[in-house]
């Protein structure tokens, strides 16, 4: 008897109907609501257009200063045998799991300008990171970069040793294995991890609105202005809510062969 | 052949999970049966029992949550839940069919909507009316004195344009003749978390209701708005159309009303209505 069947039970059928379904609709949803004739003059008025540049220049930072740092954070746990190890994976992958309001609570914490770190900031440097743009690149940070650590340390858990030894063996220097022959073996990795995270952090909402505040132009995201813009103006919020729509649908396509199911050997 | 069978199973799933809102709508309908306590204060109408779901205006939260103690308290076998968010979120959801039995609105307007919506079962009663309040951090370290102090001041926590309380902050400002640049403004979804943003966040400022300003405590410091700047916020409650127990949603209203309701208003810094 083949594994594979041809038609699946019918009590199977129903679930994965309803399940297919509750995510489906919503989205039907939304396209149905939107205001097809109004769309552009709707993603053209000031806020709209101050938002998604907004969103566009940090989530872009966010996203650079988590392959920046979550590279070499990547290659400490995939590689080095520190001890902790475990718990500091925990701690890199918590923000995952953490409600982002929690995160944004705990951002004002630490960078709010009654912290100590934060009045530091402020008194030596005159920096402020709530209610700035930086805060709000800080807040994507926080909740993007566990995605892009674990899939480039995925990668680099299954990279075959051999090619590094080989490459050591033959006289290169450690970094010069990294850059010559351990990068490019996961490169696809490194883009597959930015292209999540950048997601991710396009999407940000609760920890943004609690640390870095909802400031038109500094720190009113898409996903801000859509909130904010709900009740007020309707055919505004759901004409940038598809433009979100849109950008994930992009990177699902983008990611395809990663996570589709395809690319495999 | 196959595909007709695909599609009696997807339709079959939809009838189900249509069959599953709608009865679980209808049993939320169904009295409960709770033995009625023994109750030797002094209400002289039929005891009441059950459970009601009151939406208020987020400046609302401690007064109400008071009232529903005391309500719960002279009517054991009641239950009074409460939702609490911006007048403008809570009545757009009960449009969108929120199964709510009394609501409560820091503005007319949002109620009007759902007079003209017909959702409203006679007419809303005024119980309280609210003043606006410049929030500072405490001991007021920029020294602010009035409303023309803030455009200068550093970032500024007001309500969103669409909530009463940014409303009516708006007009305050626009009677002070007072202009604040909306790129150091930040947006509160309601008027808690406008206050937050003073309280927890680093807003140097913030405009919210007098009795926003009380509840917070030492958190903030209040300056007063003058009168001839200042907006009165008058706050209507009414029972809705909906509502599965119109008996107890009426008692909470008259409730709100009493003199005992007006006591809890006034210690939470209310103003008595017109």
């Known amino acids: 008897m083949s594994v594979r069947r041809r038609r699946p039970p019918a009590l199977v059928l129903v679930a994965a109907t309803a399940a297919l379904l509750l995510f489906a609709l919503p989205l039907i949803g939304l396209v149905q609501r939107a205001d097809w004739a109004h769309l552009l003059d709707d993603l053209r008025t000031p806020g709209a257009t101050e938002a998604m540049r907004l969103s566009l220049t940090t989530s872009l930072a966010a996203t650079a200063l988590a392959v920046v740092l979550g590279l070499p954070l990547a290659w400490v746990l995939a590689r080095t045998d520190i001890p902790g190890r475990a718990a500091l994976r925990a701690l890199v992958l918590l923000p995952m799991v953490l409600p982002p309001v929690v995160g944004g609570v705990a951002l004002l914490s630490a960078f709010s300008r009654r912290s100590p770190i934060g009045s530091w900031l402020f008194d030596t440097f005159g920096i402020q990171l709530t209610f700035s743009p930086a805060g709000v690149v800080l807040a994507e940070a926080f909740v993007a970069m566990p995605f892009f650590v674990i899939t480039v340390e995925a990668a680099l858990r299954s990279l075959d040793p051999r090619y590094e030894q080989v490459a050591a063996g033959l006289g290169a220097t450690p970094p010069q294995v990294f850059r010559r022959v351990t990068l490019p073996l996961i490169a696809p990795a490194v883009v597959a991890g930015a292209i999540l995270s950048w997601a991710r952090a396009l999407g940000e909402f609760g920890a943004t609105i609690t640390f870095a505040g909802n400031i038109a132009g500094r720190t009113r995201t898409l996903p801000l202005s859509i909130y904010l813009q709900l009740e007020s103006d309707p055919s505004g919020a759901i004409a940038l809510s598809l433009v979100l729509l849109l950008v994930s649908f992009a990177v699902l396509i983008g990611l395809r062969d990663r996570w589709l199911g395809g690319g495999r050997p | ?274």
Do not use: W
């Open chain 2, 1 to 274: 052949m196959r595909h007709r069978h695909l599609l009696a199973i997807v339709l079959a799933t939809l009838t189900l999970l249509v069959a599953a809102c709608g009865s679980s709508a209808g049993s939320d309908g169904t009295a409960t049966t709770k033995a009625p306590a023994a109750d030797g204060s002094a209400t002289t109408e039929a005891p009441l029992e059950g459970e009601i779901t009151v939406s208020a205006a987020a400046s609302l939260t401690e007064s109400f949550t008071d009232m529903g103690k005391a309500f719960e308290a002279e009517h054991p076998g009641t239950t009074v839940t409460f939702t609490f968010d911006s007048s403008g979120t809570l009545s757009q959801q009960i449009l969108d069919g929120a199964p709510v039995d009394v609501f409560a609105s820091a503005d007319e307007k949002n109620m009007e909507k759902l007079t003209d919506a017909d959702l409203v079962k006679g007419d809303p009663t005024v119980f309280a009316r609210n003043q606006l309040v410049i929030v500072t951090k405490p001991g007021n370290p920029e020294g602010i004195g009035s409303l023309a102090d803030l455009p200068d001041a550093g970032v500024i926590s007001l309500c969103g344009e669409d909530v009463p309380c940014g409303k009516f902050a708006g007009e305050a400002l626009a009677n002070a003749d007072v202009t604040i640049p909306e790129g150091s403004v930040t947006r509160g979804q309601n008027a808690k978390a406008t206050l937050a943003a003073v309280s927890e966040g680093d807003a140097v400022a913030g405009i919210v209701y007098v009795t926003d300003a009380l509840a917070a405590g030492d958190a903030v410091d209040a300056v007063e708005i003058p009168a001839d700047d200042n907006v009165v916020a008058t706050y209507p409650v009414a029972v809705l159309t909906d509502t599965r127990d119109a008996a107890l949603a009426s008692a909470f209203v008259d409730y709100v009303a009493s003199d005992d309701g007006q006591a809890i208003l006034e210690e939470r810094g209310f103003l008595p209505p017109a």
